[in-house]
């Protein structure tokens, strides 16, 4: 797993509209909010993107974008954006590399059933690359806004 104060590892990945978006992109430029969800269109994914969403103008007021990731395709991401009409960038880790990359797909157990995915995870990235909020097992309400206010005293 991450830690703070350490380079935040390169990625490159096709967002809903199939664009590449890298972390490369951002940097000097913007802080980058990069969440980890388990599932397009499922209830705590939803309230997660929701709450990013009704708070994007503040993080771009602060010279941040927010990116979540998943597993899910291109196609998916972009229903899930128009169901909610998120304004939030979506990347497509179908390959998981990502994921791998953030270590964020572990084992996970639900009902007595072990299986790999996803764990709910976010990473604040500052504009020099670095990690300045590595958190895993996030809990979804109220997320965004402690972002938010990671992300103002940048």
């Known amino acids: 797993m991450l ?8 990625f490159s990945s096709p967002n809903q509209h199939g664009d590449t978006v890298s972390l490369a ?21 939803t309230i997660e993107a929701n709450e990013f969403t009704a708070l994007a103008a503040e993080f771009a007021a602060h010279d941040a974008v927010v990116i979540g990731v998943s597993k899910d395709d291109c196609g998916s991401h972009q229903a899930f954006i128009e169901k909610f009409g998120l304004k939030v ?4 880790d179908t390959s998981g590399e990502v994921c791998d990359a953030y ?14 995915g996803i764990v709910r995870s976010t990473f604040v990235i ?19 806004q402690a972002m938010l206010d990671v992300v103002k005293q940048l």
């Open 3 to 10: 830690l703070t104060n350490q380079p935040a590892p390169a």
């Open 25 to 45: 992109d951002f940097a000097g430029k913007q802080h980058v909010v990069l969440y980890f969800y388990p599932k397009d269109d499922t209830p705590g994914c």
């Open 89 to 92: 960038d979506l990347l497509a």
């Open 103 to 116: 270590g964020v797909w572990q084992e996970k157990e639900k009902n007595g059933v072990k299986k790999m």
């Open 126 to 144: 500052n504009k020099a690359g670095m990690l300045v909020e590595a958190l895993y097992q996030v809990n979804p309400p109220g997320h965004a």
